[in-house]
């Protein structure tokens, strides 16, 4: 039994490696300048992140954080902002690490406001206010962020589509390493069952404010890594842009449909639901939010905890079926 | 009793080197929520090694003393000494690791967590300095409540019984002076009433522990307290050995009402 498990965890890290190696290759055979694979994997691997991001302060949390907006539009403004100041290059990673530090910074003092005096809903809701505060204050802040126009940055910079494909597998790749390592540790237990009964873990010795700022710092700072790289992308930083609400509804939604509070549930869903938009974009372009919508809403119906959960408790109907059909498949053939 | 020598004695986790037999006090607790005094002027002691009996009708304010002493909620007056230090208002995590775990009414075990997940909570975090030999800790208390075989058992899948003798070994396992149960056998049937009672026992012999117990089942209560504290109304209306308890008329006029003479 031992010896099986082992082996399931084996074949586990060889697929994951299997699929890594596959995205490392891609743009060796594609077109990366052209190819909307690549494309279409470069959002795909930011979505994930943020999703993983938001994954670990709610899914394991249980802290419903609806402010990951913020976190990304702060990434993209200091990468904006330290370049324009000449403080920072194109694809510079200190511009990065100062992203990603700001973001983490901000989640740490709005989350010992926020994490220490609200619960639940209000939680939600006071954070949904951080991106407001922040769009109001990118509007109004001057030639420092220079309002409603944006910051244009120097477009001429461009080298190539590889560098964001890469830079986007790289930040991904990093996100899931500390994620599934924070959830294998102690510090992953203590989230869970800050989760599952906030009151039932103070009692028993865990500071629990210490470890929801935790979990909503390390998810802004790898949700400000994204900002800061769509800011390279875009080479202009403006607040309809990078502070729109797409930034944390997406994201949500695909760990949602993929099944928050597991590891694989965001991924599955990132996936799932990039294909979902980019096929009804391509096939009814016209109307394809009303079927990306319908298709979210059956998603949902008939598995309401998120396609991971489905897939675990229903593992054994699942395979049974399909024996099922190969075998009514190989008899009709005889 | 200064304050070295508690940290000390939990440290080396042999409590036979404190001194005094009180080791847990409330002064003149008072808590309101409103117009209504929920506790009123309460005083009482814990002795080491005893085992003490929180009895009253519903409402008399048992799981709001319960709450209070783990800092869930503040005291609108009145001072909580554990080991001689003062406690009040500190954090619950530290009340934790000051050494008081409690169990709760409405069995808070966590939920998707397997059995011994959940006493692993509390040996990794119930206690200050960290353990190390967490797992070793955990399966010992998962043995002492008999639910060693069941240690890879989510717990949404265990009966009330089950999860209630969890709770305990997640209360035990971070190695307390005092431990609180509230309720413990709360919509429990007979045997595992009596289960429930032989491991209080036993929790109690091979821990050390002191017992702060609320229950409705009286004759369980009696059976095991050395002492027992009488809440009505927010108030202690009496305190005392089983026996006195018992024989108390203003004991038997809050369960039974006046007698009409």
């Given at each position: 039994?031992?010896?099986?498990?082992?082996?399931?965890?084996?074949?586990?890290?060889?697929?994951?490696?299997?699929?890594?190696?596959?995205f490392?290759?891609?743009?060796?055979?594609?077109?990366?300048?052209?190819?909307?694979?690549?494309?279409?994997?470069y959002?795909t691997?930011?979505?994930?992140?943020?999703a993983?991001?938001?994954?670990?302060?709610?899914?394991?949390?249980?802290?419903?954080?609806?402010?990951?907006?913020?976190?990304f539009?702060?990434?993209?403004?200091?990468?904006?902002?330290t370049?324009?100041?000449?403080?920072?290059?194109?694809?510079?990673?200190?511009?990065?690490?100062?992203s990603?530090?700001?973001?983490?910074?901000?989640?740490?003092?709005?989350?010992?406001?926020?994490?220490s005096?609200?619960?639940?809903?209000?939680?939600?809701?006071?954070?949904?206010?951080?991106?407001?505060?922040?769009?109001?204050?990118?509007?109004?802040?001057?030639?420092?962020?220079?309002?409603?126009?944006?910051?244009?940055?120097?477009?001429?910079?461009?080298?190539?589509?590889n560098?964001?494909?890469?830079?986007?597998l790289?930040?991904?790749?990093?996100t899931?390493?500390?994620i599934?390592?924070?959830?294998?540790?102690?510090?992953?237990?203590?989230?869970?069952?800050?989760?599952?009964?906030?009151?039932?873990?103070?009692?028993?010795?865990?500071?629990v404010?210490?470890?929801?700022?935790?979990?909503?710092?390390?998810?802004?700072?790898?949700?400000?890594?994204?900002g800061?790289?769509?800011?390279?992308?875009?080479?202009?930083?403006?607040?309809?842009?990078?502070?729109?609400?797409?930034?944390?509804?997406?994201?949500?939604?695909?760990?949602?449909?993929?099944?928050?509070?597991?590891?694989?549930?965001?991924?599955?869903?990132?996936?799932?639901?990039?294909?979902?938009?980019?096929?009804?974009?391509i096939?009814?372009?016209?109307?394809?939010?009303?079927?990306?919508?319908a298709?979210?809403?059956?998603v949902?119906?008939?598995?309401?905890?998120?396609?991971?959960?489905?897939?675990?408790?229903?593992?054994?109907?699942?395979?049974?079926?399909?024996?099922?059909?190969?075998?009514?498949?190989?008899?009709?053939?005889? | 009793?200064?304050?070295?020598?508690?940290?000390?004695?939990?440290?080396?986790?042999?409590?036979?080197?404190?001194?005094?037999?009180?080791?847990?006090?409330?002064?003149?607790?008072?808590?309101?929520?409103?117009?209504?005094?929920?506790?009123n002027?309460?005083?009482?002691?814990?002795?080491?090694?005893?085992?003490?009996?929180?009895?009253?009708?519903?409402?008399?304010?048992?799981?709001?003393?319960?709450?209070?002493a783990?800092?869930?909620?503040?005291?609108?007056?009145?001072?909580?000494?554990?080991?001689?230090?003062n406690?009040?208002?500190?954090?619950?995590?530290?009340?934790?690791?000051?050494?008081?775990?409690?169990?709760?009414?409405?069995?808070?075990?966590?939920?998707?967590?397997?059995?011994?997940?959940?006493?692993?909570?509390?040996?990794?975090?119930?206690?200050?300095?960290?353990?190390?030999?967490?797992?070793?800790?955990?399966?010992?208390?998962?043995?002492?409540?008999?639910?060693?075989?069941?240690?890879?058992?989510?717990?949404?899948?265990?009966?009330?019984?089950?999860?209630?003798?969890?709770?305990?070994?997640?209360?035990?396992?971070?190695?307390?002076?005092?431990?609180?149960?509230?309720e413990?056998?709360?919509?429990?049937?007979?045997?595992e009433?009596?289960?429930?009672?032989h491991?209080?026992?036993?929790?109690?012999k091979?821990?050390?522990?002191?017992?702060?117990?609320?229950?409705?089942?009286?004759?369980?209560?009696?059976?095991?307290?050395n002492?027992?504290?009488?809440?009505?109304?927010?108030?202690?209306?009496?305190?005392?050995?089983?026996?006195?308890?018992?024989?108390?008329?203003?004991?038997?006029?809050?369960?039974?009402?006046?007698?009409?003479?």
């Amino acid at each position: 039994m031992l010896r099986l498990n082992q082996m399931k965890v084996h074949t586990k890290y060889i697929a994951g490696l299997i699929v890594v190696i596959f995205f490392v290759l891609c743009p060796l055979f594609l077109n990366s300048e052209r190819s909307y694979f690549i494309y279409f994997l470069y959002t795909t691997f930011i979505y994930i992140t943020i999703a993983q991001g938001w994954n670990l302060i709610a899914g394991y949390t249980g802290q419903v954080s609806l402010g990951q907006h913020a976190f990304f539009g702060l990434g993209a403004y200091i990468t904006a902002i330290t370049w324009r100041a000449g403080l920072t290059g194109y694809f510079d990673p200190l511009a990065f690490l100062l992203s990603g530090t700001g973001a983490l910074l901000l989640a740490a003092i709005v989350g010992v406001v926020l994490l220490s005096k609200l619960r639940d809903d209000y939680f939600s809701l006071g954070t949904l206010g951080i991106g407001e505060i922040l769009r109001v204050a990118a509007l109004n802040g001057g030639s420092f962020t220079e309002g409603a126009a944006g910051i244009s940055l120097n477009s001429t910079a461009y080298k190539s589509m590889n560098h964001y494909y890469y830079t986007a597998l790289f930040i991904m790749l990093f996100t899931l390493v500390v994620i599934v390592l924070l959830i294998r540790s102690r510090v992953g237990l203590a989230l869970i069952a800050i989760r599952e009964d906030e009151t039932a873990a103070s009692a028993n010795g865990i500071p629990v404010l210490r470890y929801k700022i935790l979990a909503f710092s390390i998810g802004a700072f790898v949700t400000g890594l994204c900002g800061s790289l769509n800011a390279y992308y875009i080479f202009h930083v403006h607040p309809p842009g990078v502070l729109s609400l797409n930034w944390v509804v997406i994201p949500v939604l695909m760990c949602i449909l993929g099944g928050a509070g597991t590891f694989m549930g965001p991924i599955l869903g990132a996936f799932v639901l990039s294909i979902a938009f980019e096929l009804t974009s391509i096939w009814m372009p016209e109307i394809h939010p009303i079927f990306s919508g319908a298709f979210i809403v059956l998603v949902t119906l008939f598995m309401p905890s998120g396609i991971m959960y489905y897939i675990t408790n229903h593992k054994s109907m699942i395979m049974r079926r399909l024996r099922l059909t190969v075998f009514k498949w190989m008899n009709q053939k005889a | 009793m200064n304050k070295n020598e508690s940290q000390y004695s939990k440290k080396n986790n042999s409590k036979k080197d404190v001194t005094g037999d009180d080791i847990f006090q409330m002064k003149s607790i008072t808590k309101r929520f409103g117009g209504l005094k929920a506790l009123n002027d309460i005083s009482f002691n814990l002795k080491k090694n005893e085992i003490t009996g929180l009895i009253g009708p519903n409402g008399a304010g048992k799981s709001t003393l319960f709450n209070v002493a783990t800092s869930i909620y503040k005291p609108d007056s009145g001072k909580i000494f554990l080991m001689g230090e003062n406690i009040t208002g500190k954090r619950p995590h530290q009340i934790c690791w000051m050494g008081i775990s409690r169990t709760f009414q409405l069995a808070k075990t966590f939920l998707s967590m397997t059995a011994l997940e959940n006493v692993l909570v509390g040996a990794i975090y119930g206690h200050k300095p960290r353990a190390r030999n967490v797992r070793q800790h955990a399966m010992e208390v998962l043995e002492l409540v008999g639910l060693e075989t069941k240690s890879d058992i989510i717990t949404s899948q265990m009966t009330l019984s089950d999860r209630r003798l969890l709770e305990v070994a997640r209360a035990l396992v971070s190695q307390p002076f005092i431990m609180l149960l509230d309720e413990p056998m709360a919509g429990l049937n007979p045997s595992e009433i009596k289960k429930m009672l032989h491991v209080i026992e036993k929790a109690h012999k091979e821990r050390n522990v002191s017992i702060l117990w609320v229950e409705h089942k009286v004759e369980a209560i009696f059976s095991l307290c050395n002492r027992i504290i009488v809440l009505e109304y927010g108030q202690k209306i009496a305190e005392g050995k089983p026996e006195e308890i018992a024989q108390n008329n203003n004991v038997i006029e809050a369960y039974l009402g006046k007698p009409s003479s």
